[in-house]
């Protein structure tokens, strides 16, 4: 996958769930996740970012 087909997919996963990275991050950073979709994101991609 290249870093344009993942940097997409990442922004459709986030869309589906209605989040930015960057409330996701705060969700992570609070261990508090608004859905178990949240959290498995988090999970697959929270590292990922530079």
């Known amino acids: ?9 990442v922004k459709q996963a986030l869309d589906r769930l ?3 990275y960057q409330q996701l ?3 992570a ?3 508090d ?3 178990v979709e949240a959290q498995k994101l ?4 929270g590292h990922s970012r530079s």
Do not use: D, Q
């Open 1 to 9: 996958m290249s870093e344009e087909e993942w940097s997409s997919a």
């Open 42 to 45: 988090w999970m697959s991609i």
């Open 33 to 35: 996740f608004s859905s």
């Open 18 to 20: 209605h989040l930015t």
């Open 25 to 27: 991050a705060v969700m």
């Open 29 to 31: 950073k609070k261990r």
